[in-house]
């Protein structure tokens, strides 16, 4: 069965510092993977997108992720955290074959930047 | 832009009171869904939408029904709310149905049931 694994459920980084954030996905099949961020009381807002090209996906925000197939993983990363990068980030994995009702959400990291 | 809009942000109604969510989108996408949002259990989805008229049932449609008369309209129906639907309710929307294309948001809608 097709999963998606958001490592950890809460991050915190200090401003300045570098930021790391964990997903890995379960699939019998070749994914398309995104990242969404959900900053409070807000809809979600994609930062990047994998589907099958480049492996390194350069996102908004100074954000960017790695395709790594034979990790089956797809880490958010960002140099150097801004106060502003505080809110939640959702992993979602769609495969080839799946049915509209089978994108699937990671639980979500909470980020957390200190001053 | 895509813009998904949900007319209701913040609601507080009352336990057997019907709801009605309403969700508009104005890129012509095929696609709409709505997901509840609740704390340590991520999104989770209650119906979809690919047609006008036509829906399918997501892993949580108990307590839920949904209407879309236009293609740019996906409603969102509590037929008699209860406290545990109290939640944060989102609407999305997505072109087609190829693995490439992504999901667009509305802002939210945060129901309290009392």
């Known amino acids: 069965a097709q999963s998606v694994t958001q490592l950890d459920s809460h991050v915190s980084v200090s401003e300045g510092t570098p930021v790391l954030l964990r997903c890995n996905y379960s699939s019998s099949y070749s994914p398309s993977l995104f990242w969404y961020v959900q900053h409070p009381n807000k809809g979600l807002q994609l930062l990047l997108k994998y589907t099958s090209a480049a492996t390194l996906v350069k996102g908004i925000n100074g954000f960017e992720a790695e395709f790594k197939k034979s990790e089956t993983s797809f880490h958010l990363t960002k140099p150097s955290a801004h106060m502003s990068d505080a809110a939640e980030y959702f992993c979602v994995v769609i495969w080839i074959g799946g049915s509209q009702g089978n994108l699937i959400f990671g639980k979500g990291t909470k980020l957390s930047v200190k001053p | ?114």
């Open chain 2, 1 to 114: 832009d895509v813009k998904v809009t949900q007319s209701s942000r913040y609601l507080v109604k009352r336990t057997g009171e019907k709801v009605f969510l309403e969700c508009v989108q104005d890129m012509d996408h095929e696609n709409m869904f709505w997901y509840r949002q609740d704390p340590g259990l991520g999104l989770r989805l209650i119906y979809f939408s690919y047609d006008v008229k036509m829906k399918e049932k997501g892993d949580i449609p108990e307590g839920y029904s949904v209407s879309r008369e236009k293609k740019e309209r996906f409603s969102l129906i509590l037929e008699s709310a209860s406290t545990n639907q109290t939640s944060m309710y989102l609407c999305a929307t997505r072109r087609g149905t190829g693995q490439t294309g992504e999901l667009f948001f509305g802002e939210g809608s945060r129901l309290t049931v009392l």
